[in-house]
Protein backbone atom coordinates (compact mmCIF):
# COMPACT_ATOMS: atom_id res chain seq x y z
CA UNK A 1 0.00 0.00 0.00
CA UNK A 2 1.78 3.21 -1.43
CA UNK A 3 0.90 6.96 -1.53
CA UNK A 4 -0.73 6.67 -4.18
CA UNK A 5 -3.46 4.11 -2.38
CA UNK A 6 -4.51 6.78 0.68
CA UNK A 7 -7.53 9.02 0.02
CA UNK A 8 -6.48 12.56 0.33
CA UNK A 9 -10.19 13.65 -0.03
CA UNK A 10 -10.65 12.78 3.98
CA UNK A 11 -7.71 13.99 5.45
CA UNK A 12 -7.64 17.17 7.44
CA UNK A 13 -4.98 20.07 6.25
CA UNK A 14 -2.88 21.57 8.47
CA UNK A 15 -0.94 24.76 8.22
CA UNK A 16 1.98 24.94 10.21
CA UNK A 17 2.62 28.39 9.91
CA UNK A 18 -0.09 29.53 12.18
CA UNK A 19 0.11 28.80 16.00
CA UNK A 20 -1.34 25.57 17.50
CA UNK A 21 -5.14 25.70 18.81
CA UNK A 22 -4.26 22.78 21.18
CA UNK A 23 -4.15 23.55 24.73
CA UNK A 24 -1.23 22.30 26.47
CA UNK A 25 -2.46 21.25 30.10
CA UNK A 26 0.33 21.29 33.30
CA UNK A 27 -1.13 19.79 36.03
CA UNK A 28 1.01 21.18 39.42
CA UNK A 29 1.67 18.50 41.59
CA UNK A 30 0.38 17.77 44.58
CA UNK A 31 2.61 18.21 47.60
CA UNK A 32 3.13 15.56 50.45
CA UNK A 33 1.70 18.02 53.00
CA UNK A 34 -1.49 18.47 50.72
CA UNK A 35 -2.41 14.75 50.44
CA UNK A 36 -1.25 14.36 54.00
CA UNK A 37 -4.02 17.37 55.16
CA UNK A 38 -6.42 15.56 53.30
CA UNK A 39 -5.88 12.11 54.77
CA UNK A 40 -6.40 13.51 57.73
CA UNK A 41 -9.61 15.44 57.01
CA UNK A 42 -11.09 13.04 55.26
CA UNK A 43 -10.10 9.69 56.45
CA UNK A 44 -8.83 9.89 59.88
CA UNK A 45 -10.71 12.44 61.69
CA UNK A 46 -14.07 10.86 60.47
CA UNK A 47 -12.29 7.12 61.51
CA UNK A 48 -11.51 9.07 64.77
CA UNK A 49 -14.97 10.87 65.42
CA UNK A 50 -17.05 7.62 64.99
CA UNK A 51 -14.53 5.39 67.47
CA UNK A 52 -15.20 8.61 70.20
CA UNK A 53 -18.82 8.41 69.45
CA UNK A 54 -18.97 4.17 69.97
CA UNK A 55 -17.02 4.29 72.76
CA UNK A 56 -19.15 7.18 74.27
CA UNK A 57 -22.46 4.99 73.53
CA UNK A 58 -20.79 1.94 75.29
CA UNK A 59 -20.31 3.32 78.05
CA UNK A 60 -23.10 5.58 78.52
CA UNK A 61 -26.15 3.10 76.66
CA UNK A 62 -25.37 0.28 75.84
CA UNK A 63 -25.17 -1.08 80.17
CA UNK A 64 -29.08 0.51 80.12
CA UNK A 65 -29.68 -1.57 76.94
CA UNK A 66 -29.25 -4.92 75.65
CA UNK A 67 -29.55 -5.02 71.68
CA UNK A 68 -30.66 -2.17 69.92
CA UNK A 69 -29.74 0.50 68.95
CA UNK A 70 -26.03 -0.34 68.95
CA UNK A 71 -22.74 1.91 69.35
CA UNK A 72 -22.44 1.83 65.33
CA UNK A 73 -26.53 3.16 64.99
CA UNK A 74 -25.56 5.53 67.98
CA UNK A 75 -22.11 7.26 66.51
CA UNK A 76 -24.57 7.31 63.13
CA UNK A 77 -26.97 9.33 65.32
CA UNK A 78 -24.54 11.61 66.81
CA UNK A 79 -22.94 12.01 63.57
CA UNK A 80 -26.06 12.97 61.88
CA UNK A 81 -26.66 15.70 64.65
CA UNK A 82 -23.70 17.24 64.47
CA UNK A 83 -22.96 16.60 61.07
CA UNK A 84 -23.40 20.53 60.00
CA UNK A 85 -20.79 21.27 62.10
CA UNK A 86 -18.04 18.26 61.20
CA UNK A 87 -19.03 19.49 57.62
CA UNK A 88 -18.11 22.67 58.43
CA UNK A 89 -14.46 21.82 59.90
CA UNK A 90 -13.88 18.52 57.74
CA UNK A 91 -15.17 19.40 54.12
CA UNK A 92 -15.27 23.23 54.40
CA UNK A 93 -17.29 24.56 51.57
CA UNK A 94 -20.70 26.65 51.55
CA UNK A 95 -22.71 26.00 54.27
CA UNK A 96 -25.85 26.02 52.45
CA UNK A 97 -24.78 22.53 50.92
CA UNK A 98 -24.33 20.98 54.13
CA UNK A 99 -28.04 19.31 53.57
CA UNK A 100 -26.21 17.16 50.96
CA UNK A 101 -23.18 16.09 53.31
CA UNK A 102 -25.90 15.19 55.85
CA UNK A 103 -27.62 13.34 53.16
CA UNK A 104 -24.70 11.27 52.18
CA UNK A 105 -24.03 10.75 55.50
CA UNK A 106 -27.62 9.50 55.93
CA UNK A 107 -27.68 6.98 53.00
CA UNK A 108 -24.76 4.94 54.04
CA UNK A 109 -26.30 5.06 57.84
CA UNK A 110 -29.79 3.85 56.85
CA UNK A 111 -28.24 0.78 54.38
CA UNK A 112 -25.59 0.04 57.39
CA UNK A 113 -28.12 0.23 60.34
CA UNK A 114 -30.32 -2.37 58.88
CA UNK A 115 -26.92 -4.33 58.25
CA UNK A 116 -25.95 -4.25 61.78
CA UNK A 117 -29.51 -5.69 62.55
CA UNK A 118 -28.39 -8.82 61.07
CA UNK A 119 -27.84 -11.66 63.13
CA UNK A 120 -24.41 -12.79 64.07
CA UNK A 121 -21.55 -12.81 61.83
CA UNK A 122 -23.21 -11.75 58.77
CA UNK A 123 -23.59 -8.17 60.25
CA UNK A 124 -19.71 -8.29 60.89
CA UNK A 125 -18.78 -9.63 57.39
CA UNK A 126 -21.02 -7.00 55.71
CA UNK A 127 -20.68 -4.50 58.36
CA UNK A 128 -16.90 -4.47 58.87
CA UNK A 129 -15.18 -6.48 56.77
CA UNK A 130 -16.89 -5.31 52.72
CA UNK A 131 -17.46 -2.13 54.53
CA UNK A 132 -13.77 -2.03 55.57
CA UNK A 133 -12.03 -2.67 52.43
CA UNK A 134 -14.62 -0.29 50.38
CA UNK A 135 -13.68 1.94 52.63
CA UNK A 136 -10.23 1.68 51.80
CA UNK A 137 -10.19 1.63 48.61
CA UNK A 138 -12.34 4.49 48.00
CA UNK A 139 -9.87 6.75 50.37
CA UNK A 140 -6.74 5.94 48.18
CA UNK A 141 -8.70 6.53 45.16
CA UNK A 142 -11.20 9.66 45.99
CA UNK A 143 -7.93 11.25 47.71
CA UNK A 144 -6.59 13.02 44.69
CA UNK A 145 -9.79 14.68 43.56
CA UNK A 146 -12.56 17.57 44.84
CA UNK A 147 -15.86 16.16 44.95
CA UNK A 148 -19.37 17.28 45.76
CA UNK A 149 -20.56 17.35 49.45
CA UNK A 150 -22.82 14.36 49.28
CA UNK A 151 -19.82 12.02 48.06
CA UNK A 152 -17.84 13.23 51.23
CA UNK A 153 -20.93 12.67 53.32
CA UNK A 154 -20.74 8.64 51.98
CA UNK A 155 -16.93 8.71 52.42
CA UNK A 156 -17.28 9.94 56.03
CA UNK A 157 -20.19 7.57 56.96
CA UNK A 158 -18.26 4.63 55.83
CA UNK A 159 -15.43 5.86 58.13
CA UNK A 160 -17.74 6.47 61.10
CA UNK A 161 -18.77 2.96 60.91
CA UNK A 162 -15.75 1.26 60.88
CA UNK A 163 -14.46 3.97 63.47
CA UNK A 164 -17.65 3.16 65.81
CA UNK A 165 -17.11 -0.93 65.56
CA UNK A 166 -13.62 -0.39 66.37
CA UNK A 167 -14.17 2.11 69.22
CA UNK A 168 -16.79 0.26 71.04
CA UNK A 169 -15.23 -2.90 71.04
CA UNK A 170 -11.87 -1.50 72.63
CA UNK A 171 -14.11 0.02 74.88
CA UNK A 172 -15.83 -3.39 76.00
CA UNK A 173 -12.64 -4.78 76.19
CA UNK A 174 -10.63 -1.97 78.20
CA UNK A 175 -13.12 -0.34 80.24
Known amino acids: MGEEDLDTSKSILVNESEPSLVVE???????????FKDMLRH???????????????????MPKIDFFPNPVHGSFIIYLVLSPLIYKSLVGQEMNRAKEYALGVLSVAMVLSFV????????????????????????????????????YGLWHAMAVNIGAFSGSVLTFIYI
Do not use: D, N
Not at 121 to 140: D, K, R
Not at 141 to 150: A, S, T
Open 43 to 61: MMAPLMLGMLFGSIWQIVV
Open 25 to 35: EHSTPVTESEI
Open 116 to 151: WILPQQSSLYCGVFLTGISWLWLSSFWLQFEFPPFR
